[in-house]
Nanobody, 120 residues
């Protein structure tokens, strides 16, 4: 089994910063793409940013230039540095990882989510 645990959410004023972390643990052989998604009330879950095992990144247009995704492969951890936060960034942020266990193929795993609230 593989578990993803997020941390770092909270309440921040507009223009502020937060750093999210997501650590994967369990029967991990290899992790491919890791990413962050978010879901605001009444809206569908949307991609925020992804990073491949080799470090190639992809961002939603709405966060480009403000958010930075990175990862520590030795610690099976992905980060999301969020700067210049806006009220419209308010959402539950979910971590996702494409993980191969020691006994199987790659599968997608999700974290439990962490709340980010940006006040105006």
């Amino acid at each position: 089994q593989v578990q993803l645990v997020e941390s770092g959410g909270g309440l921040v004023q507009a223009g502020g910063s937060l750093r999210l972390s997501c650590a994967a643990s369990g029967s991990i052989f290899s992790i491919n793409t890791m990413g962050w998604y978010r879901q605001a009330p009444g809206k569908q879950r949307e991609l925020v940013a992804t990073i491949t095992g080799s470090g190639r990144t992809n961002y939603a247009d709405s966060v480009t230039g403000r958010f930075t995704i990175s990862r520590d492969n030795a610690k099976n951890t992905v980060f999301l540095q969020m700067n210049s936060l806006k009220p419209e960034d308010t959402a539950v942020y979910y971590c996702k990882a494409d993980v191969a266990s020691f006994s199987g193929p790659y599968e997608n795993y999700w974290g439990q989510g962490t709340q980010v609230t940006v006040s105006s």
